[in-house]
């Protein structure tokens, strides 16, 4: 088999690297100037249109930020996987301690000291340590100190493993462009959560059709492999730098639909459909679906075996068990909402706030990408971090945002807010004020560790404000970091039906706030949604792609989304023009 070169790593990828250096020169106690350049180096390639791996060192340079010696990092990362400056770090200190500075709470110094004092190397030392009392005794820590560590670890071993849809699609992609290079005639898909579009996946895993044994080789040998978990003649599995799992299978073209099927999952939706075959005396495995004298029935194609079975064809992201294999079997499933479909994009952020791009340069962007409409939706004051505006600032601003669309043509900006919800649920701006907007999403921000009672009435109280169009991420909640709040989500739908707000999925991919089963309950009780990127930089106008796969979970139709409408019919479904009609 020849060996092409390594794919070169994408702007993501690289930034982790980077990093994970800037961590560990932390630890190392090292100079602070040098350990931000590496921050401010992540952030700048994270956020980057232009792909660093085809760029040299002068091209890099030409970046504000980048210095001589980042851009050599940031070259030999792209092109290698890895650089000499990790290496030698890893040198120092176990890769293991990054996951312990990645607890929530510990910083790099107690992190030092737990290695250098009590020889701390992983989470599993630390928690040891922690519950045989050792980590109270040093210097600086204290009872309290080690509860909330044990507290931490507890936190992260409910999380454990577990990746956010964005970053294992990323992975995915380019382990598949990895394989393809070595099979380039081979059929290689993402089958498991990923296919599904789940929020968080607990692996990837890759399917390939067509493809000499030899692919396992090419498999485990991806830049980037910490750790060989096994590796079989058609079956391997390989930890990656990050920890990332992923399984390779390969199969005979005869048997890529049930394999397919069969990987993509869920279990729960597998073990259905399983059911369903032998409720007609067959047997379905991954191999395929076979009579009682083991003759096959189907198997080449996923089609095939739905409708082997009586059923339509079901999207991966409804294969859950929930309901779609007796819509499929009544023929009722839902033509589900797809990223073209969207029209507008409603939630955004500009240098007024805490966006990175101005005004102009995020609504260009996003007529780039191919949008009619904008709500430009700047955070207000009681968010004094984010500068948050106020009354007189929201109105200036509106009106160059008015401006500003009166000069465009065929593509409208509306003038919005993202309006923070008080802790009492009453506006952060006054009544007028966001009475002269064309849109306002509320949003809850603060105090969110409320009881259940409190931030649901808070919620509501939003809701019922005649202004309020759109409740922003409901939930608050940060995937795989920090819980929802304690929301009453049912009374928040209840409430929204009876008011005509629309509720949002916001496509933050560590949000994804409704989630996919509360987005569903939204749309069964009559709520409209909106599918939102909440970007703060160009790049992440991209996020609709993980909202849009949030929807197609929740079996999301173009109708039930409001910013699939076009301009007038879509601010006509507002509830602010509602409302002035009667
Ligand atoms: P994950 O990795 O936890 O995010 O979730 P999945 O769905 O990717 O699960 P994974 O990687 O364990 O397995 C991939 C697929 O293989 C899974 O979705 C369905 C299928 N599968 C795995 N184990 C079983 C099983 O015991 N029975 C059946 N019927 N299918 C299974
Ligand atoms: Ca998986
Ligand atoms: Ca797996
Ligand atoms: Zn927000």
């Known amino acids: 088999m020849s060996a092409p070169s390594p794919v070169p790593l994408d702007n993501r990828a690289v930034a982790r690297v980077l990093i994970e250096i800037a961590m560990l020169l932390e630890l190392k106690g090292d100079n602070p100037f040098k350990i931000r350049a ?113 507290r931490a670890l507890e936190e992260r071993q409910r999380h454990a493993g577990r990746h956010r849809l964005d970053q294992a699609t990323e992975v995915a992609e380019a382990l598949v462009a990895h394989l393809k290079q070595y099979a380039p005639a081979a059929d290689v898909v993402t089958v498991g959560s990923v296919r599904r579009g789940a929020e968080t996946s607990g692996d990837i895993d890759i399917l390939a059709t067509g493809a000499e044994r030899s692919l396992t080789d090419a498999f485990v040998s991806f830049p980037g492999v910490e750790r060989i978990l096994g590796h079989g003649e058609t079956k391997a599995s390989i930890l990656l730098r990050g920890g990332f799992q992923a399984d390779l299978r390969l199969v005979l073209p005869e048997e890529r639909g049930a394999a397919l099927q069969y990987f993509t999952g869920s279990k729960a939706h597998n073990i259905a459909l399983r059911d369903r075959a032998l409720e007609r005396g067959w047997k379905l495995n991954e191999y395929g679906l076979f009579d009682p004298q083991d003759q096959p029935i189907a198997g080449s194609t996923e089609e095939d075996i739905y409708q082997a079975l009586g059923l339509a064809w079901i999207p991966p992201e409804m294969r859950e068990n929930r309901g779609e294999i007796a819509a499929a079997a009544d023929r009722v499933l839902p033509a589900l909402v797809e990223p073209g479909d969207l029209r507008g994009d409603l939630h955004m952020h500009t240098t007024e706030s805490d966006g990175r791009e101005s ?198 139709s173009k109708d039930d989304v409001l910013n699939t409408r076009p301009v007038a019919a879509f601010r006509k479904a507002l509830r602010r023009q509602r409302a002035k009609r009667i």
């Not at 792209?78 to 400056?85: F, I, K, S």
């Not at 190397?121 to 080690?146: N, P, Q, T, Y």
């Open 38 to 150: 590496y921050r401010n180096g992540a952030d700048i390639v994270a956020n980057a249109a232009e792909a660093v791996a085809g760029l040299d060192e002068a091209g890099l340079r030409a970046w504000s930020g980048i210095g001589k010696d980042l851009a050599g990092r940031i070259r030999e990362i792209a092109l290698t996987g890895d650089c000499a400056v990790r290496q030698d770090l890893l040198k120092e200190f176990p890769a293991t301690l990054l996951d312990v500075m990645r607890l929530q709470g510990v910083g790099p110094k107690t992190v030092a000291m737990l290695y250098r004092d009590l020889h701390i190397k992983s989470l599993e030392d630390l928690s040891e340590a922690a519950k045989a009392g050792r980590v109270r005794a040093l210097k600086g820590m204290g009872a309290k100190k080690e509860e909330l560590i044990l």
């Open 359 to 556: 005004l102009e340069a995020i609504v260009s962007a996003a007529r780039e990408r191919g949008l009619e409409y904008v709500a430009i939706t700047d955070h207000t004051k009681s968010l004094a971090m984010t500068n948050g505006l106020d009354e007189d600032r929201t109105l200036a601003h509106a009106a160059r945002i008015r401006a500003l669309s009166r000069t465009l043509k065929g593509f409208t900006v509306l003038a919005g807010i993202e309006c923070d919800i008080l802790p009492d649920g009453s506006m952060d701006l006054a009544d007028d004020c966001l009475a002269a907007l064309d849109i306002v999403i509320a949003s809850v921000h603060s105090a969110l560790q409320q009881d259940e009672a409190e931030i649901t009435a808070r919620l509501i109280r939003a809701i019922e404000h005649p202004s309020v169009d759109i409740i922003g991420h409901p939930t608050s909640r940060m995937l795989l970091r920090r819980e929802a709040s304690k929301v009453r989500i049912e009374k928040v739908i209840d409430a929204a039906a009876a008011n005509g707000v629309a509720l949002e999925i916001n496509s933050q991919p560590y949000r994804l706030d409704l989630s996919d089963s509360h987005a569903r309950l939204a749309r069964d009780r009559g709520v409209k949604l909106v599918i939102s990127s909440d970007a703060h930089e160009i790049p992440a106008l991209g996020f609709t792609r993980w909202g849009v796969l949030t929807a197609r979970r929740a079996w999301l």
